[in-house]
Nanobody, 126 residues
């Protein structure tokens, strides 16, 4: 399936910004859809945003604040996070799967479809 390696996490005050990066390796077939999930302590892993094959999906909680982008030449996907809130605090995971994002459509947020990177911590304080 290849490897996904995240970077760019850190600590920031509410209202601040962070940019996460994910470097991918291996056959591009296995990452036609790429994106980001997050998991806070005691909570289930949730979809944040995914993109691929001309389709992009965002969780309602991040629409208008987060932007996902992809650089196929660099085998990378990014998550620009603006207007961060304390509730955005979580471990963020790069995720990918072999189908185009639109093939799962409204189910894009289900974590069982994806494989993962090791995660990067994002902490937002008041």
């Amino acid at each position: 399936q290849g490897q996904l390696v995240e970077s760019g996490g850190g600590s920031v005050q509410a209202g601040g910004s962070l940019r996460l990066s994910c470097a991918a390796s291996g056959d591009t077939y296995y990452r036609r859809c790429m994106g980001w999930f997050r998991q806070a302590p005691g909570k289930e892993r949730e979809g944040v945003a995914v993109t691929g094959g001309g389709s992009t999906y965002y969780a309602d909680s991040v629409k208008g604040r987060f932007t996902i982008s992809q650089d196929n030449a660099k085998n990378a996907v990014y998550l620009q996070m603006n207007s961060l809130k304390p509730e955005d605090t979580a471990t963020y995971y790069c995720a990918a799967h072999a189908l185009w994002c639109a093939q799962y459509g409204s189910r894009w947020y289900r974590p069982e479809f994806y494989y993962w990177g090791q995660g990067t911590q994002v902490t937002v304080s008041l």
